[in-house]
Nanobody, 124 residues
Framework: QVQLVESGGGLVQAGGSLRLSCAAS????????MAWFRQAPGKEREFVAG????????YYADSVKGRFTISRDNANYLVYLQVNSLKPGDTAVYYC?????????????????WGQGTQVTVSS
């Protein structure tokens, strides 16, 4: 089992940056694909970025490509999301998730464990 705790959210002006962190527990962490999702008020939770078990491949939603970067540190059980050039439309609760699925999972149903989320608010 994997437990996930996100941090690093906050209030930032448009154009600003944040680094979100996800601290994981569980010996199998390095075998999981990891991802960040987000959910804005009144909207469904959506995929933002994913990274495979060894960090060798990262993949992104089109809406964040070129602005967000996902990375992981398996030795320290951490996953990061660097978010740059933030827009008001990026305002959401950001969730970290772990998947035992192979390939490049993007669907909510492919993820087995979730954190509690961290709020990111972008002002115009």
């Amino acid at each position: 089992q994997v437990q996930l705790v996100e941090s690093g959210g906050g209030l930032v002006q448009a154009g600003g940056s944040l680094r979100l962190s996800c601290a994981a527990s569980g010996r199998a962490f390095s075998t999981y694909s990891m991802a960040w999702f987000r959910q804005a008020p009144g909207k469904e939770r959506e995929f933002v970025a994913g990274i495979i078990w060894n960090g060798g491949i990262a993949y992104y939603a089109d809406s964040v490509k070129g602005r967000f970067t996902i990375s992981r540190d398996n030795a320290n059980y951490l996953v990061y999301l660097q978010v740059n050039s933030l827009k008001p439309g990026d305002t959401a609760v950001y969730y970290c998730a772990a998947s035992r699925s192979s390939g490049y999972p993007r669907r909510l149903s492919e993820y087995d464990y979730w954190g509690q989320g961290t709020q990111v608010t972008v002002s115009s």
